[in-house]
């Protein structure tokens, strides 16, 4: 499967189950992580794109039935109620 240069890593780590790994890349909302984009997000904006790795690293996660990373990626997905729809 191909997917954008950005996700590459991430989607690796959480199909390996690298639980340590996927929370560096920016799955949290007060993740560090950044990527040629993000550098020019609005603050709002930025933690959407968070939250969208999140989701997706979620989906493969569930997919893969890696259910340590699972849980702990619903735990530490603590984003703001103003973000969720």
Not at 10 to 16: G, N, R, S, T
Not at 21 to 40: A, M, R, W
Not at 64 to 76: C, I, P
């Amino acid at each position: 499967m191909t997917i954008w240069h950005t996700w590459v890593k991430l989607i690796d780590a959480v199909a390996h189950n690298r639980i340590n790994e996927v929370l560096k890349l920016g799955v949290t909302p007060q993740s560090t992580f950044k990527s040629p984009n993000s550098d020019y997000m609005t603050k709002a904006a930025r933690q959407n794109f968070l939250a969208d790795r999140a989701c997706v690293a979620l989906f493969v996660a569930c997919h893969r039935g890696h259910n340590k990373l699972v849980q702990t990626l619903v735990e530490s997905g603590k984003y703001p109620s103003s973000m969720k729809q």
